[in-house]
């Protein structure tokens, strides 16, 4: 992802600090934790939700969500990442992505950004609706560009449908040179 991209993606966030911009790091990702919790048990349910470790340098997560009033029409995601020090620090940033709208022409830039670090990874790549389950993996020691400094960090995800919260996934990772 080069420099100017985040660049055009940070211009569309409304809150960050500005000092994040000089710490773009090339740095590998790693998955601690992830967890899976329903809001509305009416809407979906969480089929598997795991990170398991295969080997010392071997990752793997799954996510499988099935949903309960299929189709699903309309969808957002609030991403909303937090920096992990002595509890959380305040928000990095908040960014909701209307998942739907952006499946159709796919130009919002910083939709393209949660996006493109995603749609090797997911059966969420085709235009709404969703009538089957939604399944996301991620198998790969991850190296990726991301615009702040190394350490531990939390990225919440709310799953929106229809206005109302419906499910929350807490991924938890590191960030190192
Ligand atoms: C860890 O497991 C993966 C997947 O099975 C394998 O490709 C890789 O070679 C293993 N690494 C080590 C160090 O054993
Ligand atoms: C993120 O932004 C949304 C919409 O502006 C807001 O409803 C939500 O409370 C914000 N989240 C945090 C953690 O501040
Ligand atoms: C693409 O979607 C965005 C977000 O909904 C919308 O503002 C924009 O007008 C759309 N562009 C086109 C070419 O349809
Ligand atoms: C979407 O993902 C599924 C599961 O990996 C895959 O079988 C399918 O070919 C993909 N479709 C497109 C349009 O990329």
Same mark, same amino acid.
Request: aromatic share 18%.
């Given at each position: 992802?080069?420099?100017?991209n985040?660049? &055009?993606?940070? #211009?569309?966030?409304?809150?960050?600090y500005?000092?994040?911009?000089?710490?773009?790091?090339?740095?590998?990702l790693?998955? @601690?934790?992830? %967890?899976?919790?329903? &809001?509305?048990?009416?809407?979906? !349910?969480?089929?598997?939700?795991? +990170?398991?470790?295969?080997?010392?340098? *071997?990752?793997?997560?799954?996510?499988?969500?099935?949903?309960?009033?299929?189709?699903?029409?309309? #969808?957002?995601?609030?991403f909303?990442?937090?920096?992990?020090?002595?509890g959380?620090?305040?928000?990095? /940033?908040?960014?909701?992505? $209307?998942?739907?709208k /952006?499946?159709?022409?796919? @130009?919002?830039?910083?939709?393209?950004? /949660?996006?493109?670090?995603?749609? $090797?990874?997911?059966?969420?790549?085709? @235009?709404?609706? *969703?009538?089957?389950? !939604?399944?996301?993996?991620?198998? %790969?020691?991850?190296? =990726?560009?991301?615009?702040?400094?190394?350490?531990?960090?939390?990225?919440? @995800?709310?799953? =929106?449908?229809? #206005? &109302? +919260?419906?499910?929350?996934? /807490?991924? *938890?990772f590191? +960030?190192?040179?």
């Amino acid at each position: 992802m080069a420099r100017t991209n985040f660049l &055009i993606l940070f #211009g569309s966030f409304t809150l960050f600090y500005v000092y994040q911009l000089i710490f773009v790091v090339q740095g590998k990702l790693e998955f @601690t934790n992830i %967890k899976c919790e329903v &809001i509305d048990k009416k809407f979906c !349910v969480f089929q598997h939700c795991f +990170l398991k470790s295969v080997n010392r340098t *071997y990752k793997y997560f799954s996510v499988h969500v099935h949903f309960l009033q299929p189709p699903v029409h309309s #969808g957002s995601v609030n991403f909303v990442l937090y920096k992990r020090s002595n509890g959380l620090r305040p928000f990095l /940033f908040n960014y909701t992505m $209307d998942v739907c709208k /952006f499946l159709d022409n796919r @130009t919002n830039p910083a939709s393209q950004y /949660f996006y493109s670090l995603v749609k $090797d990874y997911t059966n969420v790549n085709h @235009t709404c609706p *969703y009538d089957h389950d !939604v399944v996301n993996w991620w198998n %790969k020691k991850l190296t =990726i560009s991301m615009p702040v400094p190394t350490g531990r960090y939390l990225l919440k @995800t709310l799953w =929106i449908s229809k #206005g &109302i +919260l419906r499910a929350e996934v /807490f991924n *938890y990772f590191t +960030l190192t040179d």
